[in-house]
């Protein structure tokens, strides 16, 4: 056994060794490319999928399709991240089946280290409403009447998923030095507030049912502002007395209780109900897209609602990309689904810091893809 001293002295020698070492690697690391913040180098998989209306057998095709789930509906573990943009309800019958899939995928993308982001869009809201117009009969049935299907997509099981797991918009990074999915720009943090922009802080998309007007006034910070009026509206008619369902009854408006900001917010401006992205034409559109990309800190902007029955539509060079195609039999519009490719590496010289960024969105379809975005950039300095 050594003595004290002896072992103070092995320590000491040996930290002394580990300390040299360190000291004489460190420029060999460099010169042969190792960068100090290597965990800088990211790569991630995003897809995105639009209205499903209660049809859980192309939903399943879709999804599967784009690997986002294997052939028994199970989370693939392929992508990082699936967002689905909301109108998963009415017109087709699964409405049960697809939330509950929703919340089963869910729990496996945590599990496996995935994600998933929801999105509660117009019909969504029209049944929390109890603007039931385009509620088959069939699928009441499957709820087994008026009463418990109010029930359930109010206070029970869909309407719980809904509040707990569902936004009206979200803002996801593609890259985790920008935070986590939602967290709000800009960054409240003032330290990182006070370096915007930088080459990397709008590399984020936004995703909303409808769209994010240029006009529409609670636009940031992104996305809370929207999303706390959202939730407390939610709350507003989820525990409400609900309302005997339009039709036959009369429509049933928003509560007594809604403020001016909750009626704008489901209003025909609001992130829920706007076209004008899919419908204005392109001049106009194309000179407003860039103030709300600035404002909410993103490249593109992603959304659904207004349907292209053959394409997934991107304009002003995929700043705006609508994904709605009718994927529902009800339509029998084109299966399709957004998937998104970034990659930032470092390949940085000896006496530079340098990072190559790249990012490919495509349109995938049954029996072929799109390219809609390829684009790749350098960018210099520390980030
Ligand atoms: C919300 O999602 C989590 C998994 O992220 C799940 O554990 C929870 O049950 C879901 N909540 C509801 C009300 O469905
Ligand atoms: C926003 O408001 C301006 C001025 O009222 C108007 O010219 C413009 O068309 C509006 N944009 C949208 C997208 O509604
Ligand atoms: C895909 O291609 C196959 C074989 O060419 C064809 O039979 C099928 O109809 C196509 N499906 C769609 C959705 O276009």
């Not at 784009?66 to 087709?92: H, P, Y």
């Not at 609900?242 to 049933?252: D, G, L, T, V």
């Not at 009626?263 to 025909?268: C, K, L, R």
């Not at 194309?286 to 539509?313: A, N, Q």
């Amino acid at each position: 056994m050594p003595n004290f001293h002896q072992a103070l002295g092995i320590i000491i020698s040996f930290a002394t060794l580990f300390y040299l070492a360190l000291y004489l690697l460190d420029p060999l690391r460099s010169s042969l490319g190792y960068a100090p913040r290597r965990h800088i180098q990211h790569s991630t998989r995003i897809v995105a999928v639009g209205d499903l209306h209660g049809d859980i057998g192309n939903a399943q095709k879709v999804l599967e399709m784009a690997r986002v789930v294997d052939s028994d509906g199970m989370w693939s573990g392929e992508v990082d991240v699936f967002v689905q943009t909301g109108d998963i309800i009415d017109r087709g019958d699964d409405t049960i089946k697809l939330f509950g899939w929703m919340e089963d995928l869910r729990s496996q993308a945590q599990r496996a280290g995935g994600q998933m982001l929801s999105h509660l869009g117009n019909h969504e809201w029209m049944n929390a409403i109890g603007d039931w117009r385009y509620v088959y009969e069939s699928e009441v049935k499957t709820f087994g009447g008026i009463t418990a299907r109010q029930a359930m997509i109010s206070t029970g099981r869909i309407g719980r998923a809904w509040a707990a797991n569902y936004t009206t918009a979200s803002r996801l990074p593609l890259h985790p030095i920008l935070g986590a999915p939602n967290e709000d720009f800009p960054p409240r943090a003032r330290s990182a507030a006070g370096r915007l922009p930088t080459p990397l802080s709008h590399a984020a998309y936004s995703f909303v049912h409808g769209g994010l007007s240029p006009n529409y006034t609670r636009l940031s910070p992104f996305p809370s502002a929207i999303n706390a009026i959202g939730r407390s509206l939610l709350r507003k008619l989820q525990h409400r007395v609900q309302p005997r369902p339009h039709p036959p009854h009369p429509y049933p408006g928003l509560p007594s209780r809604a403020t001016p900001e909750e009626h704008t917010f489901y209003g025909s401006g609001g992130p829920l109900w706007y076209r004008g992205w899919a419908l204005d034409d392109k001049e106009k559109v194309c000179r407003e897209v860039d103030s709300v990309l600035e404002k909410t800190g993103t490249r593109r902007m992603i959304m659904g609602h207004t349907p292209d029955f053959e394409e997934i539509v991107s304009r002003c060079n995929g700043k705006i990309i609508i994904i709605d195609t009718g994927i529902s039999h009800a339509y029998g519009g084109a299966l399709s689904a957004l998937s998104v490719e970034y990659t930032l590496k470092d390949v940085r010289s000896s006496s530079s810091y340098k990072w190559r960024e790249k990012e490919v969105v495509k349109a995938v379809y049954v029996n072929r893809t799109v390219v809609l975005v390829d684009e790749e950039r350098d960018i210099f300095g520390d980030i």
